[in-house]
């Protein structure tokens, strides 16, 4: 009798730990669904269009009190993956580094219309502030989709690219960005909580 009762209670005890793992998996899965191949980029792939910036590796870090990089979005898979019938969005990541008190980090996904009357008109499809989140020495990697993401890519009238605005007010701690990704998800909306 009590050793059917111990083997219940290691059935119980498995039971129970395997519902807490599931649990654990579900809240923190939410970032992490991406359909297909999404795009990606590194901080140190960018154009610099405005201040300084310098290349450690795969990162971008400010060297002046602001500089303004733009990376180039092409059409892959994941940009246009779907899910049966389930609804999709656009889903925008960014890998940063803000201290909270020197350092500020946007990150933008804009588009630009390339045919009709509106040629040339930019639009900001989706913003990462990284104002929205506790500033951290280290790097911290952030993702948004709702919050704008519920258009569809169209390459054929449109051109994509991010726009990523460094500033800093003081060192030793300076902005960094170190990778930059766009998908779909078929996830609830998630957008920045804002502090």
């Not at 219940?8 to 991406?34: D, E, I, N, R, Y």
């Not at 191949?37 to 610099?48: C, F, M, N, R, S």
Request: proline share 4%.
């Amino acid at each position: 009798m009590k050793n059917s009762k111990s083997k219940l209670m290691m059935g119980v005890k498995s039971l129970c730990g395997l519902a807490l793992l599931l649990a654990g998996l579900a809240a923190t899965s939410q970032a992490q669904v991406v359909l297909g191949q999404p795009w990606t980029t590194i901080g140190a792939a960018g154009t610099v269009d405005d201040g300084e910036v310098t290349y450690t590796g795969p990162l971008a870090y400010l060297e002046s009190d602001g500089a303004v990089l733009r990376y180039n979005v092409v059409a892959v898979e994941g940009l246009f993956a779907t899910a049966g019938l389930a609804p999709t969005r656009t889903i925008l990541t960014a890998r940063f580094r803000d201290n909270g008190d020197n350092n500020h980090v946007i990150v933008r996904l804009k588009s630009q219309r390339l045919t009709g009357p509106n040629a040339g008109d930019i639009t900001t499809l989706m913003t990462i502030d990284s104002n929205d989140y506790p500033g951290s020495s280290s790097f911290q990697t952030r993702s948004i989709w709702c919050d704008g993401g519920g258009f569809s890519f169209d390459f054929v009238n449109h051109a994509y690219f991010v726009e990523v605005t460094m500033t800093r007010t003081a060192l030793p701690i300076t902005a960094g960005l170190a990778a930059i990704q766009i998908g779909r998800t078929t996830n609830g909306c998630l957008v920045a909580p804002g502090i």
